[in-house]
């Protein structure tokens, strides 16, 4: 009875961190990388080919479990105009756990605005469109969309490190061209309160200041 209990709060304390898993499997003669990002309440599942780079999809959403599997009412998904899933259901048995590095910026983030000459620009966050960046452990991915009508206007993730104001992504898909994998960013950062300030130049060399607002729990 002790090992139960002692198993069960080992899983309990691991989704609440959050956790990276990897799968690949074969499409049309090619193999295709599945990445998945969670915490205790959030899951994101996206595909992409290595070799050559290629984006295939992306979903996510709020989940629960039920029995070996976990079931997500749909947030987004980029594959929606073909076959119309804003419910997802998966199996974790496949699924092989990424090395865990918890970063200080390890969380739900949505855009919150920009920081102009002017000052700050902020924007409505409880609004349906929306651009979710979701760190966990070493790993991230932003997602822009519309939760009215499923719409979806790009994805992009890799790995990322931060660290002494330092915040580093290296590309490894990104919906909007292929052509950017392999590409590292570096920003500065500030974290104040909820706020997370984040400052350099896009992929397309784009000086650019954002502000993100981390997402509270549902």
Same mark, same amino acid.
């Given at each position: 009875?002790?090992? =139960?209990?002692?198993?069960?709060?080992?899983?309990?304390?691991?989704?609440? #961190?959050?956790?990276?898993?990897?799968?690949?499997?074969? +499409? +049309?003669?090619?193999?295709?990388?599945? %990445?998945?990002?969670?915490?205790?309440?959030?899951?994101? +599942?996206?595909?992409?080919?290595?070799? *050559? *780079?290629? @984006?295939?999809?992306? %979903?996510? !959403?709020?989940?629960?479990?039920?029995?070996?599997?976990?079931?997500? /009412?749909?947030? @987004?998904?980029?594959?929606?105009?073909?076959?119309?899933?804003?419910?997802?259901?998966?199996?974790? %048995?496949?699924?092989? #756990?990424?090395?865990?590095?918890? #970063?200080?910026? /390890?969380?739900?983030? =949505?855009?919150?605005?920009?920081?102009? *000459? +002017? !000052?700050? #620009?902020?924007?409505?966050?409880?609004?349906?469109?929306?651009?979710?960046?979701? =760190?966990?452990?070493?790993?991230?991915?932003?997602?822009?969309?519309?939760?009215? !009508?499923?719409? @979806?206007?790009?994805?992009?993730?890799?790995?990322?490190?931060?660290?002494?104001?330092?915040?580093?992504?290296?590309?490894?898909?990104?919906?909007?061209?292929?052509?950017?994998?392999?590409?590292?960013?570096?920003?500065?950062?500030?974290?104040?309160?909820? /706020?997370?300030?984040?400052?350099?130049?896009?992929?397309? !060399?784009? *000086?650019?200041?954002?502000?993100?607002?981390?997402?509270?729990?549902?």
């Amino acid at each position: 009875m002790k090992k =139960l209990v002692l198993a069960l709060l080992i899983l309990a304390t691991a989704f609440a #961190q959050g956790q990276v898993y990897q799968f690949t499997s074969g +499409e +049309e003669n090619m193999e295709v990388q599945h %990445r998945i990002l969670m915490d205790s309440e959030y899951i994101i +599942e996206t595909t992409y080919q290595i070799d *050559p *780079p290629k @984006f295939i999809l992306t %979903r996510g !959403g709020y989940y629960k479990k039920e029995g070996n599997q976990l079931v997500a /009412d749909l947030e @987004f998904n980029s594959n929606f105009e073909k076959d119309s899933l804003d419910v997802f259901k998966w199996d974790k %048995r496949e699924w092989e #756990q990424q090395t865990n590095h918890e #970063q200080v910026l /390890d969380g739900k983030w =949505l855009m919150g605005g920009r920081v102009k *000459p +002017e !000052g700050e #620009q902020r924007r409505d966050i409880t609004r349906s469109r929306k651009t979710l960046k979701f =760190l966990v452990d070493g790993y991230f991915q932003w997602t822009a969309y519309n939760t009215e !009508g499923f719409k @979806f206007f790009g994805s992009g993730g890799g790995a990322f490190t931060s660290k002494e104001g330092t915040y580093t992504e290296h590309i490894e898909y990104f919906s909007r061209d292929n052509n950017k994998v392999g590409m590292s960013l570096s920003f500065e950062f500030n974290r104040n309160g909820n /706020d997370w300030y984040h400052k350099g130049k896009s992929s397309k !060399g784009q *000086p650019m200041h954002e502000i993100w607002t981390q997402r509270s729990a549902k």
